[in-house]
């Protein structure tokens, strides 16, 4: 039979090592949607499938939504971490565009494309929503299920 002693070192060295633990869960979630192509809080959402190109530019027409490169999926992780909060989050300047959606107006700066001068000009976008990124229901279940198991393991494990 443990002490309480014992129990109190066993749920303070558990509740030291959660934080990380729970942003490495947020984050797998978040990686997910990528995979799943879908957002999922009380239901998956799927995301909308990307257009079809009809000018003949350099678009993928195959593979994931939102997976060119795969920059913005490698860039999701843990920002910052406290005793009582778990912030995720990624630096990458689309990612708000993608996660929130986009519908407006939108500058170009003079640039050189394929040896011609594109001069300065603004343009209408509409970005559909596709979020990775959230407050979900099923991640607070995921969440929630996880730090119960742990505490539950870190009490028990000194046998009580």
């Avoid at 300047?93 to 986009?102: K, L, P, T, V």
Wanted: net charge positive; proline share 2%; charged share 25%.
């Amino acid at each position: 039979m443990a002490t309480f002693k014992e129990i109190e070192q066993a749920l303070s060295q558990c509740l030291t090592t959660l934080p990380n633990q729970i942003g490495t869960v947020a984050v797998n979630f978040a990686k997910q949607r990528f995979v799943s192509q879908n957002w999922h809080d009380t239901t998956a959402e799927p995301w909308q499938p990307r257009k079809r190109n009809r000018r003949g530019g350099k678009k993928r027409q195959k593979g994931a939504i939102l997976v060119d490169s795969g920059r913005l999926k490698r860039s999701i992780r843990i920002v910052s971490t406290t005793t009582a909060t778990v912030t995720i989050g990624t630096d990458v300047a689309y990612a708000q565009i993608h996660n929130d959606g986009f519908d407006g107006i939108q500058s170009v700066r003079a640039h050189s494309r394929k040896g011609r001068t594109v001069r300065a000009h603004t343009r209408h976008m509409k970005m559909p929503r596709r979020r990775f990124l959230g407050d979900s229901a099923e991640l607070t279940r995921l969440l929630t299920e996880f730090i119960t198991n742990e505490l539950n393991f870190a009490i028990n494990e000194k046998g009580i």
